[in-house]
């Protein structure tokens, strides 16, 4: 069966750090990769998504970025975290080539920008 | 991608029923509806979809409307674990960004 991993579960780190968060998928190849932020009492917003390695499409303009250097790995990244960045991540993945199928999260990191 | 109408909250006494409504009275004709839940501080699980027939797996079914304006999420026994937000999201089939629009939701608890 397919699982999907997000690592750390939680994260504080300091106005202006950098960030990395990492997020594989096992038992499946080349799944559509998604990158959510859901702000605190909010729905979730999509960041990024992939359809392939290298392949990223924004969603919305921020300090964030987003790389799929293999397959099943998909990493969101800043080079100087805001106080906005604040929240709680996802990580999904989806079935390719069958855009009806749904997405499957992982349990999330939540991010605090003190 | 159609918007959808939910209750705010419901109560449901455990190992009864609990049936969660939504609206999309503006679903096109290409347009799935999806369940989802999310419990506190975990990321949102899928439960179901569908198109227009009714749909059952080992969680809960989907009750769709002859015109496809509304549905009903089904948890045939409530559980205490099933206390969680319900969202109900309608999305076109052959969307691009595969995006999922999370309105709201219906906040359940189930009650011993």
């Known amino acids: 069966s397919q699982t999907i991993h997000q690592w750390p579960a939680t994260l504080v780190q300091p106005v202006g750090s950098p960030l990395s968060l990492e997020c594989t998928v096992e038992g499946t190849s080349n799944p559509n990769l998604y990158w959510y932020r859901q702000a605190a009492g909010r729905g979730l917003q999509l960041l990024f998504y992939?359809?392939?390695?290298?392949?990223i499409s924004s969603e919305v303009p921020q300090n964030l970025s987003a790389s799929r250097p293999q397959d099943r790995q998909f990493i969101l990244s800043s080079k100087k975290l805001l106080l906005s960045d604040s929240g709680f991540y996802l990580c999904a993945w989806s079935v390719s080539g069958a855009s009806n199928q749904p997405q499957h999260f992982g349990d999330g990191t939540r991010l605090s920008i003190l | 991608d159609a918007k959808t109408t939910q209750p705010p909250s419901m109560d449901c006494a455990e190992g009864r029923a609990a049936n969660l409504p939504c609206n999309h009275s503006?679903?096109?004709?290409?347009?799935?509806v999806y369940w989802y839940r999310q419990i506190h501080s975990q990321g949102p699980q899928y439960i179901i979809h569908?198109?227009?027939n009714n749909e059952t797996n080992e969680m809960a079914s989907l009750i769709i409307t002859e015109d496809r304006k509304s549905s009903t999420l089904i948890l045939p026994h409530a559980t205490l674990r099933d206390t969680a937000v319900y969202y109900c999201i309608v999305r076109l089939f052959t969307s691009n960004t595969g995006k999922l629009i999370f309105g709201q939701g219906t906040t359940l608890q189930v009650k011993p």
């Open positions: 992939s359809v392939g390695i290298g392949q």
């Open positions: 569908g198109l227009k």
């Open positions: 503006t679903i096109s004709g290409n347009e799935y």
